[in-house]
């Protein structure tokens, strides 16, 4: 009788601890079921979906929204949504143009476009910290306040107003464009800076002490108070790390359409925001991180990829995809939230 009790716990303890993990990455496991589900429907519906050339579109698609989903995950860990980023992303857009024309050298441009935006985030974050209680209404008018700014700035002497042109450099077009290669190898480059930026950042969020307070404050300020965590800072920081990434994600949209179009950035709106949602990361802060990200950025791509092969028009794609964020929020809303959970 011992011996088969003793079998029977051994037997069982692996099942056990596999479902107890299961039970603490939900999201993770929702998502990568849901990927594979899509690949497989893709791979049986859709001649030619697991192409190479297919592959390197989605990879290519996914760049652009991973990086601009960067900030966005990190506000949403503070509890917070940043609703500027389409906007810097088509300021970054049109703004980089007009500075090749004014005879900056690109580099010196692009650092310049960076380095704007990482002020555009300081300064969203700080008026977000100060009224918390309208932090989404704030950040949407900031993002208002720039692109119409840039806007005003890219019009003058122009005849196109919302756009601007400019020989965009070709090793910025290598970086973006579908047939860019890296290193002689048939990716995009911008995949390749999409993966180390990915990596470094999922490495911050877990093993520095800058990315423990971010969950610390999303978990709990009162905690993070006591600990001499400055929610100011980390707020402020956050913002500049959004502003900085949507930048990015507009200079590298341009080296691939070839010219600056400031509605480039309205997709991000909430695409930013479902592939956070769909990822599992909660808006309310303290649970979740961007491999999660990272795996629903690959999900709406995917999706999407599918329903153009299946010969799905843009409003009856934004159907679906909605229609899939409502199961997913309502499948993770039962998660208890780590406030209730000490």
Known sequence: MTVFRLFSQLKLAPASRLHDSLRENRAIAIGIALLIM???????????????QNARSILLLAAFLGLASIGQTMVSLLGGLDLSIPFVIGAANILLPRLLNNGIPPAAAIIIILALGMVVGCINGLLSYRLQGQALIMSL??????????????????????????????????????????????????????????????????????????????????AASRLQISELRTW??????????????????LGFSGGGYVGVGDPYLFSTVAAVVIGGTSLLGGAGGYGATVLGVLVLTVLSSLLVGMGMTYAGQQAVIGLLIVPMVAVYARLPHIRNQI
């Open 236 to 253: 402020t920081a956050v913002h500049g790390i959004a502003g900085v990434m949507s930048a990015l994600t507009g200079v590298l949209l």
């Open 141 to 222: 008018g900031v993002g208002f306040a720039v692109v119409g700014a840039t806007e005003i700035y890219t019009a003058l002497g122009s005849a196109f107003g919302g756009n601007s042109f400019a020989p965009v450099p070709a090793w910025l077009t290598n970086f973006s464009a579908f047939n860019g290669k890296f290193f002689g190898l048939p990716i995009p480059p911008v995949v390749i800076i999409w993966l180390v930026i990915s990596l470094t950042i999922i490495w911050v969020m877990k093993n520095t002490w800058f990315g423990r307070g971010i969950y610390a404050l999303g978990g709990s300020r009162t």
């Open 38 to 52: 899509l690949v497989v429907c893709g791979a049986l519906t859709v001649s030619g979906f697991l192409s190479l």
